[in-house]
């Protein structure tokens, strides 16, 4: 044999080994989306059934007529749009707490040389550790106390003070900016809080924008803080809203997975308004490992 | 030292928000709570300080205790090996480029921003016994599916599936954790003849586990406080059923837990629930930082 035959024969059975993989590789995407789809395929479908094709057997698979009406029905059976509202009046503002807050604090943590800076910025990263039934007794105890059960303050207040997460993810950012940037304008005469405003908060763009997507998107999400302060049927946020239906009206999944395609078009819709942020904020929660 | 004692008032100025957030959210009651955790207390009366006996109770005389203990300690030990799997697959079979790989990277995330009551409700109907998809695909293949959700033994199995479903931001970070393999590498092991499994074996796995092991310590925090598909389901099954059936087979420690400290009123008894489960947490991230040393690598 020589040379040149046993190259080519290494490489024909390179090639062949590639084609292999590529043949895996898209096998095993098309079982696994299938499986993934499968739900979403039923979740819709399921929406748009009249009543008497939900427990049929063998099932309907596309919906005849296709009802639009129950999307109709869905919105008024479990005031749809007053839970809405109340999710709003929550996410809303704990959004722009959050975002502002933290960036204030990510400041103090990041441009800002002081004693004492690395200690307490070990504590607040520590915190993220502790699970939120710690301090679930005695936040509500306190609440209670100040007669804030069955309104939006429990959910709300505590952003006004940073959230750690997001502090950590700020901070992350601004030390990654050249220092020059501020010890200029401090040459200037510039005030701390002018340096922050006005040459910081610009910049740090890209972390704010992450950390109003994932706070809004964790709002609309949050179950267990509604669930504990939150008694009134009218003050539900969707989330329970949808639950407390649930549980009520168990047997009329049609309605349901309409409630439930309709909670969660508008985060779908925003994922695809804001690919890149959303996937930069998913991403850089793994880098800090 | 006047202009560090300036720095100082500047630094305190921009974290005070968080400081005192921190003393008000976080330390006052940390501390409450471990006091609470040593008494009696119903939010009537005031708390009596009954010694460790919240701890003995739990630890040796609660059998519902044991069930949640037990129900929780599956969902780390087999559901989230089983979502980290399905994770790493995904991304693996994502870490190319091309305009399908961007379709099924949309497709493979997107159960993971369906709200997640959204998605439990969503998912009691995909598994419902007799009419739900699941089944009658299974049926259609000659099989016969099990009870999922309404029988003890398949309902956590149940979740465990619910859950490879929406694994979606875990296969983000192992992405993003892939992206860091250099070109280079598997230039020179393709040099050497090396094939796709082999490269994946030698190469990718080991560049991956400082990921691998950010999401095991982040999954298993989250895991050991599993609560919100499991309280929908379970309590979704009838109008005055309790969370947690049926027959306590998803009785998980949150949601035993929640019960202790808003059903029946005992406060102190939770706590020291909530301080056993910190503890338990504590030591495992520990353990697996220890553990972290023999097959984690970094800076390859």
Redesign the interface.
Known sequence: MTLNTLSSN?WRS?RR??IV?VVL?TL??VA??F?????????VT?SLKPENQ??R???VWIPQPIMWSNYVRAVQYIPFFTYLKNTLTIAVPATVFTTV?SS??A???SR??????DA?FM??IS?M??????????????F?NLGWIDTYRPLVV?T???G?FY?FLIRQFLMSLPMDLQDAARIDGCS?LRI?AQIMLPLTKPALATTALLTF?GY??E??MPL?YINTNDKFP???G??QF???Y?AE?AL??A??TL??IP??IL?FATQKTF?RG??L????? | MRR?LR??A?????????????L???L???V??AY?SLTNYN?VNPPKYIGWNNYIRLLQMDPQFKTAIGNTMYMVLFGLPIWLFVAL??AV??N?KGK?TTF?RT??Y??S??????AS??????LNP?????N??LKSLGFSGPGWFTDPKWSKPGLILMGA?ATG?TM??F???LQNVPEALYESAELD?A??WRKLVHITLPILT??I???L??GM?ST??Y??QA??IS?????NVPPGGPLGSTLFY?IY??QN??SYLR?GY??A???L??IV??VS?LLLFRSSGKWVHYDT
Not at chain 1, 129 to 142: G, S
Not at chain 2, 10 to 22: D, Q, R
């Open positions: 290494r390179k080994q590639e993989r590789v095993l995407r696994l989306g499986m993934v789809a499968v739900p979403f395929f039923w979740l399921t939900l427990f057997v063998p099932v807050s204030f604090v400041y103090g943590f800002i040389q002081w004693p004492g800076r307490v504590v607040l915190t550790m502790l699970p939120y039934q710690v301090t679930m007794v005695p936040l509500f105890v306190v209670k505590p006004l003070f940073g750690a502090i701390e922050y998107i609309w999400n179950f267990l504990i969707l989330a329970l949808l639950q649930q549980r009520q168990g999944w349901l997975m409630a439930s909670m969660t985060i779908i994922f996937i998913i991403a929660t793994g880098i800090k490992g | 560090s720095k100082l500047m630094g305190l100025f921009f974290v005070g928000p968080w400081v005192i957030g921190f008000g959210f976080t006052y009651p940390m409450m709570s609470y939010l697959v995904m079979l994502l190319e399908l099924f497709l493979f997107l159960p921003v369906v709200p997640t009551v959204a409700v969503l998912w009691m109907w995909v007799q009419y739900g998809i699941v009658t695909l479903w931001g983000i970070i992405l993003a954790g003849g094939g796709w400082p990921t092991f950010f999401n310590i982040m925090i050991f406080q609560f919100t309280f929908v309590r979704g099954a009838g109008s949150a837990l929640y400290a808003f406060m939770a706590a629930m909530a301080w489960l910190f947490i504590l991230t």
